[in-house]
T-cell receptor, first 116, second 111 residues
Framework: DAGITQSPRHKVTETGTPVTLRCHQTENHRYMYWYRQDPGHGLRLIHYSYGVKDTDKGEVSDGYSVSRSKTEDFLLTLESATSSQTSVYFC???????????????FGPGTRLTVL | DQQVKQNSPSLSVQEGRISILNCDYTNSMFDYFLWYKKYPAEGPTFLISISSIKDKNEDGRFTVFLNKSAKHLSLHIVPSQPGDSAVYFCAASDPTGKLIFGQGTTLQVKP
């Protein structure tokens, strides 16, 4: 299994509070991703990173920010949590192979976030 | 606008029979396709993939078929086992490597 951990694994918070989720990898992969999983929507990309301090928006980035100051850590922040952000959040990592070949993404165990 | 669709939310099959999970996509720029399997309270795990230059890829009991003209792929599991019961997501990759996932299909394999 790829070395990916997420913390916390569960969190309950109140509307309007800031929340930070952490993803930590030991694989030294260049690419890191944050997804949310909701019923009927599958997994949707929030933000991703293609290197230290290099990040970009995904499909559902509104209300979220990210930071990556080290290769191994990718943080997802909800500046002011809303009930619509109640979801399961997954971090993933990947690395492109030599010659531009694609390599699959490996996922962490997830964080279940409830915003009351 | 869903670029990757799994139109069957659930599928139930008998142990030992074939399971066929389907996935449709709309973007012809997708060049790589993957299937992930997810158990409750765990992250998705990679199952099998196929490049757009191929029409079939096989790995043990799992085979993925790609029909580019129809923009359709399918995952065949033969024979199905109770441990295969999980949610299956298909995903398509654009040339930048970002994945677009379908909604998922819950497979139940009955003993």
């Amino acid at each position: 299994d790829a070395g990916i951990t997420q913390s916390p694994r569960h969190k309950v918070t109140e509307t309007g509070t800031p929340v930070t989720l952490r993803c930590h990898q030991t694989e030294n992969h260049r690419y890191m991703y944050w997804y949310r999983q909701d019923p009927g929507h599958g997994l949707r990309l929030i933000h991703y990173s293609y290197g230290v301090k290099d990040t970009d928006k995904g499909e559902v980035s509104d209300g979220y920010s990210v930071s990556r100051s080290k290769t191994e850590d990718f943080l997802l922040t909800l500046e002011s949590a809303t009930s619509s952000q109640t979801s399961v959040y997954f971090c993933a990592i990947s690395e492109f192979l030599a010659g531009g070949q694609y390599n699959e993404q490996f996922f962490g165990p997830g964080t279940r976030l409830t915003v009351l | 606008d869903q670029q990757v669709k799994q139109n069957s939310p659930s599928l139930s099959v008998q142990e030992g029979r074939i399971s066929i999970l389907n996935c449709d996509y709309t973007n012809s720029m997708f060049d790589y396709f993957l299937w992930y399997k997810k158990y409750p309270a765990e992250g998705p795990t990679f199952l099998i993939s196929i490049s757009s230059i191929k029409d079939k890829n096989e790995d043990g009991r799992f085979t993925v078929f790609l029909n580019k003209s129809a923009k359709h792929l399918s995952l065949h599991i033969v024979p199905s086992q109770p441990g295969d019961s999980a949610v299956y997501f298909c995903a398509a990759s654009d040339p930048t490597g970002k994945l677009i996932f379908g909604q998922g299909t819950t497979l139940q394999v009955k003993p």
